[in-house]
Structure formats: C-alpha cells, structure tokens
C-alpha cells in the first residue's frame, strides 16, 4: 500500500456542500403529479348485514392552505393540484423528548438517526413541511346503493391539534386537542356513489404565548418552557407535530347498534357494561347475546342469549349491565397472555341487527394493603421506562417484537412515559404479556406558579378522560398514571394555589373512578402521600375530599444528585415514603441516563 501525502491547497477552491436529500422543487413536482396520478379514492363494494368496518388510512389528498376559505370541503372544488399524503402520519418530522433532541453539547447516539430518518422522511414529500401550519386532507369514498338508510359513522383517532370535519362539503364538528377519538355521524349526507370527507387541520392552536421558549425550570435535565405549561396538551412530542396522526376508520350499521361496551373482568366470568342506541324513528324491542372464544385456539367458554325485549324508544340510548359466572377461563398475565373475543349481538328476534367484538381478558387488579395483586396474587411490578411506542406509533411488528425483547430481558411492566400509548402499542401489550402504566398527556402540568387557562384545562380533563373510557378493555394495563411530575404539591410558592391544583386533580381522579373503578390511579408519576400531607395538612385532604389515587411513586436517581445507592440497602426507601395502606413504587429509578 503507498500513502501519498496531498499537497497543502489540494481541496482549495473545490465547492463544500453537506449531504442534502431534499429533492429539487422540480422534482418535487415531478413526483407530485406521478402520485396524485396513482391516488385511488376507497371503494365500499359490499355491505355486511350487521356491521361493515372500513379503514380509511391509506394515502389522502393534501394541500398546504393557511387561508379561511372552506370551499375547497366542496365536492366541487377540483383537487387535480393536490398533494398526497399517507395517513396516518404527521406531516412534520417526530420530535420526542429524550429521542434525537440534544442534551446540552451532546448527541443521543442512535436517536440522532432516528431524528434524521424523521427529516428524510418529510423532505421527500412534495410539499414544504417547514412552512405548512395549516392543511386540508381530502378522502372520496365510493358507496353502493344498499347505503341508503345506513348509520355512518367515521372515527379519526387523533387530529393534531385541532380540525374541522366536513362531509359532502357539510361542517359536521369541529374539534380541539391531538389525542382524542373525533366521531362524526355522517348518515344524513351520505349518497350513493362518491362521497367527499374533508378535514382542515391546524397544528397550532393556542397562539400569542409570551415567550414560549423561556425556561421556567429543569426536570432533572429537561427543560421546561413556558409553551410545555400554557399550549395544548401534546404530551412529549415538540415541535407543534401535524395531522391525521392516528387511524381513521369507518363503521356502517343499522341505526339501532351497540355503542360502548366495558368488559369488568373477574377470575371466573365478568360484568359487561353495554351501551345500546335507537337513532331510528321507530321503538323497537331487542333481544342481547354473548359469546366468549378463546383468542389462540377458538374455544367458546360461553355461548347465551342474555337479555331479552330491551326496549328502546326512537331516538333513546341505554346501557344494560349483566354478568356471567361460573366460567372456567384462562387468565391473562404477563407469563400467560390469554386473550379472548368477547362477542355481543343484538338482535329483533328474527334477525340479527348489530355485532360488536372486544377483546380483553380475565384478570383482576387489586391494591391489598398496600399491595399490588394480580389475580388475587402478589405480583412484584418489574419494568423500565422510555418505550419507543411514540417514535414509531403505526407499526404492530415492529411493537411485538420490541414488547417480545422486554420480556426476554424479564421485564414484566413499562410505563408510556410522557405519552399514552396508543391502539397500536396496547394491543401488542395484550398480546405479549407486558403490563402499562398508561401515563397522561400533559407532563409538568401547573408546575411551579403556571396556571393554565380554564378553557385549556377543561380541554385536557376532557381529552385525557376519553382516553380513560377507549382503553379500559385492555387487560394490560395495569394502572393509570394522570401526568409526569406535575409537582406542584411541593414546588409551587403559593399555598392556597397549590391547594386549588390539588382540588383541581383529585377530582379528575374520582371523574376516572366512575368510568374506570377497575384499576388504581397514580395521581402523579412523582407524588407520594407523606410529602403532600406535611405541606397541607390532614385537615385539608379531609374537608376538601381530596382523592390522591392509590399508589405513591417516587423519582430517584441514586449516586447522581440524591442519596449513595448504598444507603438503601436497610429498608430506607420504604422508612422514608411508604404510607400504610398504600402501593409504593418508582416509575423513576436509576443511577442516571445512560
């Protein structure tokens, strides 16, 4: 091998350009039109005698627009000039604390290919990402001629951070926050033929924040800006993210159906919550079945009509409760997840209208003096913390396999630290055995001094109570989380301001209690009882029936800036934060990041 030295002014006067995967505006065009060739609208070409679901995700039209003009929701308002975009997705990169986003002068190793995975993938679109605030997104969707006198129904699992729906160039709602289900009825403007479903989405909702970026303070090394404390819930995701996010799909049935079902399982049968709805003109008389079958192989452990001549006047909605005993199912657990489909059909007596499948489990969740119980058992919560369930929120293998090495590596829980995970990340819990904490969307709430303003905080108790509702089947999770480190319970200066926020939570938590009273709440992912009781008083907790959920959680960071590790090693954690009574864990627990 000969090495041959170059001369001092080789590289002088050659032209120094960085690696750029942005395509030319020419070509930008060029691929637009070859893709908006390639659009296909959705096609309904049958359907089903109870119930018809249709995903609509797939690519959409898309067009750029930060004007007020609501024509282009019209059917006739051509969209030759569009763009195409994929949904679900945003159309700006992902950008998550702790994945690719700078600590101090330092990188984050491979999440710094993720963030720049993210910036390819939205440079290749054929719009300008970085200046698009606002959007419309267009679907056409085919009906045959048995869609008349249909119910239609269309759920987008998330809109960030807030849209207005149209149909057939009809304003059917309009809506406010990123991680809520939007469900429009859309049964009186459905036609034979095409159909056009609009949206415009705005990714920036809450404006005029005074100095959104001054740093109010540091959660261990995060800091924590006047826009984390004053904008629109948005979890841990920055960079004001856009779009349709999450799924959107479609569901035709009869106007009489099944609205909601809540499986409250027990070890030998369970209670079943199950809404039903008349949006006909007419009363009518129903009859309710059940059929319970096994996931893996098909067994059915039950197979019964349960309820007979529900009535249900024109226009009337009713929830029916009733329970099944004495089955004999396989339980679900982390080393045995055991699924089943639970099958709920309503019938008219001589045929069936409406079917409705959720799967779940047979498990139960208890807090036994201060302790947490699986299936009636003691069970030791084993986890770790950070999944990457909102980097990469669409894909089930990549989550089954990711939830598969947690389990190798005998983890048995994970916490949805700084987000909720979503159907995606939970069904893969379920089908895995890995129990969730399923954390809140608006971590350091009311921190310090800051207050929201009451029309966003109503906003986020809303949203995440929602969420609370469309989760409650999965025998994953395990408990709720309302938020990361809220913290105000200590660090406000304010006394009596620190007693409102309390008020403010604890009433959340018994909100969360009456649609869930399955499972614990943490009241806040750094909250224990010892410490909120020698700032306010038992005085308080008691006149203000202050409900501070069931489980206290401590953050520590031994031999980093609390206590030597070595310290511990005498029952001091549970000296110093146990409450009798009450489960003591730690979502928060290392010797620092690595």
């Known amino acids: 091998v000969t090495v041959t030295q170059l001369p001092a002014d080789f590289f002088k006067g050659q032209k120094v350009a960085e690696y750029d995967s942005r395509p030319t505006p020419a070509q930008k065009e060029a691929k637009r039109v070859e893709q908006r060739a ?91 990402t970085d200046r698009t605030n606002d959007a419309w997104y267009r679907q056409w969707v085919e009906f045959p001629h048995e869609i008349a006198g249909k119910h239609v129904e269309i759920t987008f699992e998330g809109i960030s951070k807030a849209g207005e729906v149209y149909f057939n160039g009809h304003h059917i709602t309009s809506h406010i926050g990123m991680f809520e289900d939007v469900t429009v009825d859309v049964s009186d403007y459905v036609l034979p033929g095409k159909n056009l479903i609009a949206v415009k989405v705005h990714r920036q909702f809450v404006k005029g924040i005074e100095n959104p970026d001054q740093v109010l303070d540091v959660a261990v090394t995060v800091p924590v800006t006047n826009s ?15 779009g349709l996010w999450q799924p959107v799909t479609m569901t035709i049935t009869e106007p009489i159906r099944i609205t909601d079902v809540f499986v409250k399982p027990a070890l030998d049968g369970a209670t079943f919550d199950v809404t039903i709805k008349n949006s006909s003109t007419k009363k009518g008389k129903f009859n309710l079945s059940t059929l319970i079958k096994d996931k893996a192989d098909g067994t059915i452990i039950y197979n019964k009509a349960d309820l ?45 209208v409406d079917c409705s499948t959720v799967t779940s489990g047979f498990r139960t969740i208890e ?6 119980h699986l299936n009636g058992k003691p069970y030791w919560l084993r986890g770790a913390n950070q999944s990457p369930g909102v980097l990469v929120p669409h894909d089930p293998e990549f989550a089954d396999i990711f939830c598969q090495l947690m389990r190798a590596g005998n983890l048995n829980v994970t916490r949805s630290h700084m987000a909720p995970y979503n159907r995606t990340w939970m069904d893969a819990s379920d089908r895995n055995g890995v129990g969730v904490s399923q954390e809140g969307t608006w971590p350091w709430l009311m921190l310090l001094s800051s207050m929201p303003e009451k029309e966003i905080l109503d906003i986020w108790k809303h949203e995440f109570l929602s969420l609370v509702k469309k989760y409650r089947n999965h025998p994953s999770l395990f408990f709720w989380t309302i938020n990361n480190e809220m913290k105000f319970y200590e660090n406000d200066p304010d006394p009596e301001r620190a007693k409102r926020k309390m008020i403010i939570i604890s009433d959340v938590v018994k909100q969360m209690r009456a649609i869930d009273p399955t499972r614990p709440v943490c009241f806040d992912s750094n909250y224990f009882r010892k410490e909120g009781k020698k700032r306010f008083g038992d ?19 031994y031999n980093w800036y609390v206590q030597n590790v070595f310290e511990q090693f005498d029952g001091q954690f549970q000296k110093t934060y146990k409450t009798p009574g009450r489960m003591l864990i730690s979502q928060e627990m290392s010797t620092g990041y690595p």
């Open 38 to 128: 390639d659009y296909r609208h959705i096609r309904v070409d049958k359907i089903l005698p109870q119930r018809t679901v249709v995903s609509l995700n797939g690519d959409w039209l898309f067009l750029p627009d930060g004007s007020q003009d609501e024509s282009k929701a019209s059917p006739d308002v051509p969209d030759n000039a569009w763009h195409v975009m994929p949904v679900p997705n945003f159309w700006n990169p992902i950008r998550v604390w702790l994945h690719g986003d700078g600590y101090g002068n330092a990188t984050k190793g491979t999440s710094d290919i993720y963030y720049k995975r993210e910036l390819e993938r939205c440079q290749q679109y054929t719009f300008d």
């Open 228 to 242: 984390m404390l004053k904008d629109l819930p948005h979890a841990g995701y920055g960079g004001a993210p856009g």
């Open 308 to 352: 007979k001549n529900i009535t249900l006047e024109a226009g009337e909605q009713k929830v029916v409760t009733y329970a099944v005993n004495d089955l004999k199912p396989k339980l679900w657990a982390p080393h045995t997840p055991n699924l089943y489909d639970f099958n709920f059909t309503l019938s008219d007596g001589s045929h069936a």
């Open 367 to 372: 807090d036994r003096d201060g302790i947490f």
């Open 539 to 557: 005085e308080f907790y008691q006149s203000a029936g202050i409900d501070d959920g069931d489980i206290d959680d401590v953050h520590q960071y």
